[in-house]
């Protein structure tokens, strides 16, 4: 398999660096033979099969059926190459100390030479993915186990000091009994130190500035994702995402007031709730 991925964070400009960056996806078929990268061509030698592939890492799952998260590798910017290695280091000190809790997915290896992490495989995929395929068959009461859920594992994260920084529907999972699951910890925010991830306009508050982060900004995040679960719509989806960061600013949010849990989104989206508060709202009405 072979991709093309162009730099937009990186020095694309800067003398000697190429223009884009094309991933050459060697599989283990081909292990032994020799590959001549062109310029501007990274080899990533594939480990199984692919399943996803962010910023940061590539998803891959093992003959073994569990998971291993692999940082992208960059010879043509150190820095970045380093980046990818420390945010690994991070998911997996968070995963050390999360491990086992079911609201987060099983940690089951590390290697601090490669930084690659294995994991268990979540059956059914992102909560994005999942909602969107099946939104008209999930019936009301699921939908309310899954926001306790939410908020039981934003809840968790905040016990262990840790933000998470990025949280969407896209960084929940949906295992085989219908529990979700938190992750990707890998722009996290641990014992206060500076994250290096922020979610998408629809699910961030409006006021963060860069990268130091507060507590609230998951709650925000999760007022967000918790209307995605009940309604199957990002918020303002149908806008774009600089009207939607106005209407924020304003705290202008979402018609809520028909949802029968609306007052807890809308609370979260004013940051006048913590994660625990959301967690018990929903114990009290799932």
């Known amino acids: 398999m072979e991709e093309e991925r162009t730099m937009e964070n990186g020095p694309s400009q800067a003398p000697g660096y190429p ?3 094309h991933y050459r996806f060697i599989p283990p078929s081909l292990e032994g033979l020799e590959f001549v990268p062109n310029f501007g061509d990274i080899v990533f030698r ?14 891959e799952r ?13 010879p043509y910017f ?12 991070i998911e997996a000190i968070i995963y050390e100390i999360l491990k086992d809790h079911p609201r987060v997915p099983r940690y089951l290896d590390w290697d601090p030479t490669t930084c690659c992490l294995t994991m268990e495989y979540v059956e059914n995929g992102s909560l994005a993915d999942f909602l969107e395929r099946n939104h008209q068959s999930i019936a009301d009461s699921m939908r309310r186990k899954w926001a306790r859920q939410a908020a039981e594992g934003v809840q ?8 998470h920084s990025d949280l969407s529907p896209h960084n929940f999972l949906v295992d085989s009994n219908l529990d979700l699951k938190v992750s990707d910890f890998a722009g996290a925010s641990v014992f206060g130190a500076p994250g290096s991830a922020l979610p998408g306009t629809r699910y961030r508050d409006p006021h963060v500035e860069g990268y130091v982060l507060r507590f609230s900004d998951d709650i925000f995040s999760l007022g967000s994702v918790i209307y995605f679960i009940v309604t199957g719509k990002h918020p303002y989806q149908d806008l774009p995402s600089d009207n939607v960061k106005y209407l924020f600013q304003c ?36």
Not at 62 to 74: A, F, I, R
Not at 78 to 89: A, D, F, I, L, P
Not at 156 to 163: C, F, R
């Open 19 to 21: 223009e884009a960056l």
């Open 46 to 59: 594939v480990k199984g099969q692919f399943l996803a592939w962010g910023g940061t890492a590539v998803l």
């Open 62 to 74: 093992l003959p073994s059926g569990n998971v291993v998260k692999t940082p992208l590798p960059n």
């Open 78 to 89: 150190q820095r970045e190459h380093e980046r990818h290695r420390k945010s690994m280091c």
């Open 156 to 163: 968790l994260l905040h016990h262990h000091n840790i933000i």
């Open 251 to 286: 705290s202008q949010f979402p018609e809520v007031g028909h949802l029968s849990c609306g007052s807890i989104m809308r609370r979260c989206w004013l940051l006048e709730v913590d994660a625990t508060e959301v967690y018990e709202y929903f114990s009290r009405h799932g």
